[in-house]
């Protein structure tokens, strides 16, 4: 059973910090990595993906890859009000065009 | 900018009845899926479509679902028996071919509610 594991939340940042946000996956074969924001009663909304080991920077949003510990990361960066959601962590065993396999999310909170 | 745009945005049946969820995808994709969300759970894979046939499915879609593309637009799930655990978010996802942004773009949804 492949998995994708987050942290549930609540994570509490104060508006203008940054957030972290970290995800795990299970299945050493996959190969991209996607993050979407999900405000309540809403769809995913995809924020960026990465399938490449490092950091790929997003305007106020970085993703982190690190394929030898299973682990990707979301940065965000001045951190507002509107960035108050649930961030979902999916990932694919392809490089596109296959199911994506989602954590549980972590649901976000900015503190004005 | 184009979307998935998905009806009904709600639909309440009755336990045993067929329902029909509509999707249209972004116009100039290829791939299609259909992923549905429980209250409060992660959202669920249940199906991806290519070239006019499902490429993979999970364990959840088994014979009361089916997908369809009855024209050059729509992409449509049915389920045919409907049961009181098939209550929930249903979502539509569309991806361009392999290229630069490999990503799925949801639809709003079709929030499910069996009686």
């Known amino acids: 059973q492949k998995e994708v594991e987050q942290n549930s939340g609540p994570l509490s940042v104060p508006e203008g910090a940054i957030a972290s946000l970290n995800c795990t996956y299970s299945?050493?074969?996959?190969?991209?990595f996607f993050w979407y924001r999900q405000y309540s009663g809403k769809s995913p909304e995809l924020i960026m993906f990465?399938?490449?080991?490092g950091d790929k920077e997003d305007g106020r949003f970085t993703a982190q890859l690190n394929k030898a510990s299973q682990y990707v990361s979301l940065l965000i960066r001045d951190s507002q009000p509107s960035d108050s959601a649930t961030y979902l962590c999916a990932v694919s065993s392809n490089f596109g065009n296959e199911k994506l396999t989602f954590g549980t999310g972590t649901r976000l909170t900015i503190i004005p | 900018e184009p979307e998935v745009t998905q009806t009904p945005s709600h639909q309440v049946t009755q336990m045993g009845q067929e329902v029909i969820l509509r999707c249209v995808p972004i116009s100039n994709h290829l791939y299609f899926y259909w992923y549905r969300q429980i209250l409060g759970q992660k959202v669920e894979f249940l199906v991806s479509?290519?070239?006019?046939?499902?490429?993979?499915k999970s364990e959840i879609f088994d014979d009361q679902f089916s997908v369809e593309r009855p024209d050059g637009s729509n992409f449509t799930l049915k389920i045919r028996s409907t049961k009181l655990e098939d209550s929930a978010m249903y979502f539509c996802?569309?991806?361009?071919?392999?290229?630069?942004?490999?990503?799925?773009?949801f639809g709003p949804g079709t929030r499910l509610t069996v009686l």
């Open positions: 479509f290519y070239n006019n046939e499902i490429s993979e």
């Open positions: 299945d050493r074969g996959s190969q991209s």
């Open positions: 996802a569309s991806s361009d071919s392999l290229g630069v942004n490999p990503s799925q773009f």
């Open positions: 990465i399938y490449s080991n």
